[in-house]
C-alpha cells in the first residue's frame, strides 16, 4: 500500500514540523505550498497525459520538483492535509475565465474546504489550484478579503448550490463557482482528458506558469514574464538562456535539455502567433 510522505512534502514545502490541525497552521501550510509550488501544465505542452492519482501528483511535487494544475496541485494538497489530521473535501467548480463567458460547475476546476478545526467553527476555502487565487484560506462566508494588493469576494453562487469566488480585475480570470457536493477524483477524469488534448484548451494552446506571493503574482506565458503587485511590469524573454534562468528563478523549474528545446521552440511559436496573427486576406 502506498503512503505520503509527509516529512518530505512538508520539506518541500519549506516547513520543518508539523503542526497540529488549527487555522494558523493551516494558513502556513498554504502559504508555503503556492509560493513554492508553481501553477504549470509543462506536461501537456510536452504531450504526456498526467495521472490524477493524488499520490502520484505528490510524488512528481516532491521528488521532481514540478506543480501542475488544481487536479494535481489540490489533489495532492488535499491528501497532505488529511494525512495531518484535518478534515478535507474535495468539490467540484468551473472557472469563468472572462466576463463575457458563462458561468457554471463542471468539474473544470477542483475546490477544497476544510472544517472542523479546534479553533474555528468556520469552513474555510483552501485553494491552491486557481493559478493566481488566494494566498492564504478563505473563511467560506459572504465578504471582501484583501490579500496583499488583491481583493477578492465570496459570495453566494447564481449557478450552483454553493459559493463564488470573484476575482480581483488584475486576476488572471474572472470568478470560479463550486458546489457543496462532495466529490472523488474519479469525476475529474473527463475534464482532465479535455483540458489535456483538446485544441480548444489553453493548456495546450499556451505554455504557461504561474506563482503566488504576499506581494503580488508571477506569470510567465510564452515568452511574456509578468509580475502583477502594485503595479504590472512584464517582459520579452527574447533568448533562450534568459527564459530558462526565469523559469528556474523565480517559479524553480528546471528541465532536461531534449525537453527545454521542445518547450522553448513552442513558445516562441506561441508568442510569434500572438503579436503577429495571421490576417485572414478575405477579411
Known amino acids: 500500500m502506498r503512503i505520503l510522505d509527509v516529512p518530505a512534502f512538508l520539506r518541500r514545502l519549506g516547513v520543518t514540523e508539523a503542526e497540529p490541525p488549527g487555522v494558523a497552521a493551516l494558513g502556513r501550510l498554504h502559504r508555503a505550498f503556492v509560493e513554492r509550488v508553481p ?3 509543462v506536461e501537456i505542452q510536452l504531450g504526456r497525459l498526467t495521472p490524477l492519482d ?29 494525512a495531518l489530521g484535518y478534515r478535507v473535501a474535495l468539490h467540484p467548480g468551473g472557472v469563468q475565465g472572462h466576463p463575457d463567458s458563462p458561468a457554471g460547475v463542471g468539474h473544470g476546476h477542483l475546490a477544497l474546504t476544510v472544517r472542523d478545526l479546534p479553533d474555528s467553527d468556520e469552513v474555510w476555502l483552501v485553494d491552491a489550484g486557481m493559478g493566481d487565487g488566494p494566498h492564504s484560506p478563505l473563511p467560506l462566508r459572504e465578504g471582501v478579503h484583501r490579500q ?26 474572472h470568478g470560479m463557482d463550486f458546489s457543496t457536493a462532495t466529490a472523488r477524483m474519479a469525476d475529474f ?9 483538446s485544441p480548444e484548451s489553453g493548456f ?15 506569470v510567465l506565458r510564452a515568452l511574456t514574464l509578468s509580475r502583477i503587485s502594485g503595479t504590472t511590469t ?6 533562450e538562456a534568459d527564459w530558462s534562468a526565469a523559469l528556474a528563478d ?8 531534449h525537453e527545454r528545446k521542445i518547450l522553448w521552440a513552442k513558445a516562441v511559436a506561441q508568442h510569434e502567433a500572438h503579436v503577429s496573427p495571421t490576417v485572414n486576406p478575405s477579411s
Not at 494588493?149 to 488584475?170: A, I, M, N, Q, Y
Not at 495546450?204 to 508571477?218: E, N, P
Open 189 to 197: 477524469a473527463d475534464k482532465h482528458l479535455e483540458l489535456s488534448t
Open 39 to 41: 501553477y504549470e501544465a
Open 234 to 239: 512584464s517582459t520579452v524573454l527574447e533568448r
Open 204 to 218: 495546450v494552446r499556451t505554455f504557461g506558469v504561474l506563482r503566488v506571493d504576499g506581494g503580488g503574482r508571477d
Open 148 to 173: 496583499g494588493p488583491f481583493t477578492f469576494r465570496l459570495r453566494r453562487s447564481e449557478v450552483t448550490d454553493g459559493w463564488r469566488f470573484d476575482h480581483d480585475p488584475r486576476g488572471g480570470f
Open 250 to 257: 523565480v517559479f524553480g523549474l528546471t528541465f532536461p535539455a
Open 54 to 82: 493524488p499520490l502520484v501528483s505528490a510524488d512528481r511535487i516532491v521528488r521532481l520538483r514540478r506543480g501542475g494544475y488544481c487536479f494535481h496541485l489540490n489533489g495532492a494538497l488535499a491528501e497532505l492535509l488529511r
